[in-house]
């Protein structure tokens, strides 16, 4: 049986607007176990963010409990649970989100410098990685100098940087052409069969939603269904 | 343990310094102008202080060559200026008489110090004369405690009336249109007077662009009756030089008719003497560069702002930076190197604009006033100090922005656009 490594426990989360209650998550339960292949599917306004946000550990939940590791995140303190999520999990976001005045490379290394790697592994590190994604040529060049798909390359590269357990994929084709959509995906898959690694991603799309192991499927801030692919 | 985590934190510290380097290259103009406000202040306070002790100095050397075991007797000046030029009530023959015979005396010289018209060559000029006590006791001292030398000729001899000698400035610069030499003829007052002897340099620039006559001379040619600006007083080698300055502050007293702590005269030693323009050269000082601080406490107002608005443009990267694992402590220690880093760079500025500048008043007073009397002067206290000073105002101005910063909520930052 593989370890579960993010679990939510009937999950709620509400916002209040003005004087009105909105419940973005109305009780989720689910688990993503190691090496997995999830998808979360849903349309706008379904809650999928906000359950994207709590499986990410970015933010808490206002009912029930999110296990990392077997951990409770609200028992952390906020510093411990950045350090837990830098090693941890790695993100990738539907707008790239890199750090545009530093390089391709120095943002792949960024995390690293956060979790306090040495410098000669950092460099040897980085270097590895961003061949893995086919971008050693251009690593010494800002987010801006890039393409579109070459950003979304970039970002992968830096969920990879600690070799987390799980990488969180919000929507990483959104903002992509279906031709760099395609080589995104087929990267996220490569990393899932070779490496095993546990990917978690998100999206409104089920084309793409199929290449995931499972579908999870939210609507009204609830799982409707669970679909098993294969 | 410990020793993991400091260098840890070392580590770190490195790594963000060129995190926060890279963050201010990337806004330059912004930079630059955030800068300003420290570097004006820097600068103002280094050239200010720099010159304020530069002064100290100089006169603390040059009083500090007079001994300890002499009294300096003046008439309360109205205003700055030489002594007696303003004086209510000067000093006068009978003063004199009353302080040779005060217990604890040995002997005293007087001195007049005037400005006085010098026409030479049909040019007319103005300048300080200086006096020699017409008694050989009075005049030996002085000489020998102002170190006076002959480089050319001779000194003047007791009662010549139109002989003078004049400080080496005359001799070495066009002080007066041209050098001038032993034999040289001139008038002090319309009063012609020739040239026997030229001094060495002193070390005190008054007394180089000054012209030396005998005291009953100069109160021939300006009529000045037995009005005296100044009185030293040698006192006995075994007396205490605190008493004798009381037992003259009595006897003046008691001369003159006026009240105790009413006195129309001063009665110092050469070390109050010291510490009393020490103390006024402090003050002024120190009003300047409370002055200056003003700029500098806007500056740092001006780093706050910047930092400000960094962490609202900069929120969606603190959200990533978050996100990726970065703690609240990582990220204030970001924003804090960011604007301590802003300090210290406007504080290096500032610096060498200061010496520039405290260097550049150096050698205008130079030039223009022949006194070397304001000469800048640096202690590494004063360099590194500014420097440590500029820094601290920048880390204590982006405080605030890198605690709100460090505050965020990860996914709050991330959702802002």
């Known amino acids: ?230 | 343990m410990y020793k993991i985590m400091a260098s840890k934190l070392n580590r770190r510290i490195k790594e963000y310094f060129m995190l926060a380097v890279a963050n201010l290259f990337h806004r330059k103009l912004r930079s630059w102008l955030t800068m300003i406000g420290i570097f004006i202040g820097i600068a103002a306070v280094v050239s200010l202080i720099s010159l304020g002790q530069g002064m100290k100095d100089a006169i603390f050397s040059q009083f500090s060559a007079l001994g300890s075991d002499n009294i300096i007797i003046q008439a309360k000046q109205a205003t700055f200026g030489p002594p007696g030029s303003s004086a209510a009530n000067p000093l006068t023959k009978d003063d004199r008489n009353i302080i040779k015979k005060s217990r604890g005396v040995e002997l005293v010289a007087t001195r007049l110090i005037k400005a006085v018209q010098l026409d030479f060559d049909k040019k007319t000029f103005f300048r300080y004369a200086a006096t020699f006590p017409d008694d050989s006791d009075g005049r030996n001292f002085l000489i020998e405690r102002f170190k006076f030398k002959i480089e050319k000729g001779r000194f003047i001899e007791i009662g010549e009336k139109n002989k003078i000698i004049v400080g080496q400035n005359y001799a070495a610069e066009p002080v007066l249109d041209r050098e001038l030499r032993v034999g040289d003829k001139l008038s002090i007052n319309k009063k012609e007077v020739e040239i026997v002897g030229i001094l060495a340099k002193t070390g005190n620039p008054q007394y180089d662009r000054t012209i030396f006559l005998n005291e009953e001379a100069l109160r021939e040619i300006i009529n000045l009756e037995d009005r005296i600006d100044i009185i030293i007083a040698k006192t006995s080698n075994e007396e205490d030089v605190e008493q004798v300055v009381e037992t003259i502050k009595k006897n003046l007293r008691n001369h003159r008719n006026v009240e105790k702590d009413k006195e129309d005269f001063e009665v110092q030693t050469s070390q109050q003497l010291i510490s009393s323009l020490g103390t006024i050269l402090t003050i002024v000082t120190a009003v300047l560069v409370g002055i200056a601080m003003i700029s500098i406490i806007v500056g740092g107002v001006g780093i706050t702002n910047t930092m400000y608005t960094a962490v609202l443009e900069r929120t969606k990267e603190i959200g990533i930076m978050k996100a990726i694992g970065a703690r609240n402590s990582d990220v204030l220690l970001i924003f804090l190197m960011e604007s301590g880093l802003l300090g210290i760079v406007g504080g290096i500025i500032g610096v060498c604009l200061g010496i520039a500048l405290s260097k550049t008043v150096e050698i205008i007073a130079a030039n223009a006033l022949g006194s070397e009397l304001i000469k800048a002067s640096f202690p590494p206290v004063l360099i590194i100090g500014a420097l440590l000073f500029s820094f601290l105002v920048g880390a204590i101005s982006g405080t605030s922005p890198a605690i709100q910063a460090a505050k965020l909520k990860p996914v709050d930052a991330l959702n802002q656009e």
């Open chain 1, 1 to 230: 049986m593989p370890e579960t490594i993010i679990e939510l426990n009937n999950v709620w989360k509400t916002y209040y607007m003005g004087n009105n209650e909105v419940h973005a998550l109305q009780g989720i339960s689910l688990k993503v176990k190691k090496g997995e292949f999830v998808a979360i599917m849903g349309p706008s306004g379904s809650g999928k963010s906000t359950a994207m946000n709590m499986i990410g550990c970015l933010d808490v939940p206002s009912k029930g409990e999110v296990y990392l590791s077997g951990k409770d995140i609200m028992n952390m303190s906020e510093s411990n649970l950045a350090q837990v999520r830098g090693r941890k999990i790695g993100f990738i976001f539907q707008k790239f989100n890199l750090i545009n005045t530093l390089t391709a490379k120095e943002n792949v290394i960024l995390p690293m410098i956060l979790q306090d790697m040495t410098k000669q592994e950092r460099e040897l590190k980085a270097y590895e990685i961003l061949k893995l994604v086919d971008l050693t040529d251009r690593m010494n060049h800002r987010p801006n100098e890039l393409s579109g798909g070459q950003q979304q390359r970039v970002a992968i590269a830096r969920s990879m940087a600690m070799n987390p357990e799980v990488i969180l994929a919000d929507e990483p084709t959104g903002n992509l052409d279906s031709k760099s959509g395609s080589t995104v995906i087929s990267f996220l898959k490569k990393l899932h069969k070779e490496k095993g690694t546990t990917i978690v991603m998100v999206t409104h799309d089920e084309h793409i939603a199929h290449n995931a192991e499972r579908i999870e499927y939210i609507k009204d801030g609830k799982i409707e269904k669970v679909k098993h692919n294969k």
